[in-house]
């Protein structure tokens, strides 16, 4: 096996997605809606190929670290495009693309009636493009314009029906949270350069051991730690951890197929990803690992809360994401950040397939998203029903699925954990378990089981802005065409079985050696796990004596037992906690804060600098204040000119005097005076 990879495999993964974003976006009128798929879906389907074999190479031992393109250089700073591909990026590569290219395919049938359906062929592979500049990348530049790139485009795919207020909203809102997190990303790569003198990733993990004993200039905080901290607030903004969470939930107004690119495999990971790659600089600072790690165990646990109480089909999946982004913070606060990779890996096709299956329900529901008007699906729908059953059980950690393993050992490997907040770390990824199986099999019981409420809904005409025809009598469900299950069936097989053939090589095998850096003695949890691990099969048969097993279970018997057999169970839970209830409802006010406190203070005090600074001070002080004091020394002086020669001569004599007076010694002048 080769030891390098040849660049230009490298150059046509990244650049073929670019191109037919190019060539969709710009002649997709020409090309027609058949032409535009083809072309964007062969190019995700070649990137995929193609990062399946570089997989191959870096497991078989290649590596590729090198620019491919200087940019430019300011003094001693080159600012370059170039490629870090080792085990880390090339799993990424991986998944990024495979997920793409079934969202490629299941786009074809969903947005069949879709006006903007070249337009949207566009967006998605430009997105893609961009994820893969953005994990691919071996420097800090390049990674911020990967990461600001998947920003953008998620702006246009979420306000992609532009004509819908709450689409144009929540694609506004999500841009400006997510240049919250950016800021905080932004100054930490300032300070990295500012005290590394380099972008680049080699460069900078080697100078970071020096790093350790300054502190922030005028402060006694460790420099390190501002950094690390920094960096994950970019994180926080971009992967939804509370309180940057809120833009999440509101972007399912974005068709389905983006719910799944965007918000379950791709983006929402991209700061999972960022931290894993800094691990060098993360494992310096205990500091930042215990915020990271309580952050993600606030996230995990109360936004698995909120999704108990959704309605809306696609708001409880991405709750689910919420939630289960919060584990894999968890897992980077722990040191593990293998496992949080595993666990990305994972969640990336099983959450993808709820998604995806989401929006098979949907289209069988004619557009009608509410999970209160469905109930008995599973027999109008069967392939939905198995892959949406599927990727429920991984998600809820069922034993030999893909969620499984990496749940599990997430659980693990906080619980092994010495950093302060490790503790609260354990409690809530473990309660987070039993609230993961209520919401998930709520939502299961209700849309495929029990009563079909839809025979007693009247007509209706909802999201009449979307492009999609709706149904306006009596509601027939029916199974999607083949061009939507068939991406289905294809992430229920590794939302099955992947987490069983994977998780030896993954996190005990070394695959990441070299990509993620761990000090052992410091961050034992890893080391822990390896203890522990006695094989796939074993950890599956050990679940069974486990707490998480059994709190999942008593999560689905409550569902079973509210959704199907005492329908009023849940109304009656509704009432005794009636003030817990109107706290989730109002998603703990946080949209309330941001909107009437956060965004009306800033509001307040734009009105004020524009008032008293730009209008008051720079405008009337400074500008036309400096214009009306000229205004009125020229009045003064006009006065003078009178065109009488005397006058003149008069000052003349004035001017000699003044100066004479200023400028002649004194004795001089007073003993001329005297003669």
């Known amino acids: 096996m080769a030891e390098t990879i040849n660049p230009n495999i490298l150059l046509v993964i990244a650049l073929a997605p670019l191109v037919s974003a190019i060539i969709a976006g710009l002649f997709g009128k020409a090309i027609g809606r058949v032409g535009s798929h083809s072309v964007t879906t062969a190019s995700v389907a070649l990137s995929f190929a193609l990062s399946v074999w570089v997989l191959i190479q870096v497991v078989g031992g290649a590596h590729y670290n090198a620019t491919v393109y200087t940019w430019m250089q300011v003094g001693g700073l080159k600012m370059d495009v170039g490629f870090l591909i080792d085990s880390l990026s090339a799993l990424m590569m991986v998944v990024v693309t495979f997920v793409s290219m079934c969202v490629h395919i299941y786009t074809i049938g969903y947005m069949a009636d879709d006006p903007g359906y070249q337009r949207f062929f566009s ?313 993961t199986a209520l919401y998930s099999f709520r939502l299961y019981f209700l849309v495929f089981h029990g009563k079909e409420r839809f025979r007693d809904l009247p007509a209706h005409d909802d999201h009449a802005d979307d492009g999609h025809d709706h149904h306006h009598g009596p509601l027939e469900p029916h199974e999607s065409p083949w061009v939507v299950t068939l991406p289905l069936i294809l992430l229920a097989i590794p939302s099955a079985v992947i987490g069983y053939f994977t998780i030896q090589p993954l996190l005990f095998g070394g695959f990441f050696n070299g990509a993620i850096s761990v000090n052992a003695a410091a961050h034992p949890a890893m080391t822990d796990l390896t203890e522990h691990f006695h094989g796939p099969l074993q950890m599956a048969l050990h679940a069974f004596t486990a707490l998480p097993l059994w709190l999942a279970a008593a999560g689905v018997a409550v569902a079973y037992y509210g959704y199907m057999v005492n329908l009023a169970f849940p109304a009656a839970v509704e009432r005794m906690f009636k003030p817990v209830y109107v706290l989730l409802d109002h998603k703990y006010y946080m949209d309330w804060i941001n909107e009437n406190i956060i965004a009306a203070g800033t509001r307040l005090l734009g009105k004020g600098l524009w008032k008293g600074a730009d209008a008051g001070l720079i405008d009337g002080l400074l500008v036309n204040g400096t214009a009306r004091v000229v205004g009125i020394a020229a009045g003064l002086i006009r006065q003078l000119q009178t065109g009488y020669i005397y006058y003149y001569a008069l000052a003349m004599i004035g001017g000699v005097v003044v100066f004479m007076w200023l400028y002649v010694p004194g004795k001089l002048l007073s003993g001329w005076f005297i003669r």
């Not at 300054?214 to 420099?223: E, Y």
């Not at 309580?294 to 936004?303: C, E, H, P, R, Y």
């Open 123 to 435: 967006y998605i592979s430009l997105f893609t493009f961009s994820m893969l500049m953005l994990v691919m990348s071996n420097n800090m530049l390049q990674l911020f314009f990967g990461w600001e790139a998947v920003g953008l485009v998620s702006y246009l795919l979420i306000g992609f029906w532009y004509t819908k207020p709450t689409a144009v909203f929540a694609n506004m809102k999500a841009f400006i949270v997510n240049r919250v997190g950016d800021f905080g990303f932004i100054l930490g790569i300032g300070l990295a350069l500012a005290y590394t003198g380099s972008l680049n990733y080699t460069a900078i993990f080697a100078k970071a051991p020096e790093l350790t004993a300054l502190h922030l200039p005028g402060t006694d905080w460790m420099l390190m730690s501002v950094i690390c901290i920094s960096l994950f607030i970019g994180a926080m903004g971009k992967s939804a951890q509370f309180p940057l969470h809120v833009w999440l939930p509101d972007s399912m107004e974005g068709p389905t197929p983006i719910s799944a690119l965007i918000h379950a495999a791709t983006m929402v990971t991209a700061g999972i990803f960022m931290v894993a790659r800094m691990s060098p600089l993360f494992e310096l600072s205990n500091t930042a690992l215990s915020f990271i790690m309580i952050i993600g165990s606030i996230t995990a646990l109360f936004m698995g809360f909120l999704g108990v109480i959704q309605n809306d089909i696609k708001r409880v999946i991405a709750y689910s994401t919420l939630s289960q982004l919060g584990y894999m913070t968890v897992a980077l606060g722990a040191s593990a950040y293998s496992v949080a990779i595993f666990h990305l890996m994972t969640h990336a096709f099983f959450k993808a397939l709820l998604f995806l299956a989401a929006g098979s329900v949907i289209i069988g529901m004619h557009h009608d998203q509410d999970i209160r008007h469905m109930g008995g699906l599973r027999k109008y729908m069967p392939i939905t029903w198995i892959t949406f059953l599927i990727g429920t059980l991984a998600l809820i950690g069922t034993p030999f699925f893909s969620g499984f393993y990496s749940k599990d050992s997430i659980i693990d490997a906080v619980g092994a954990s010495n950093l302060a907040g490790s503790g609260f770390a354990t409690f809530a990824v473990t309660a987070s378990v039993f609230v």
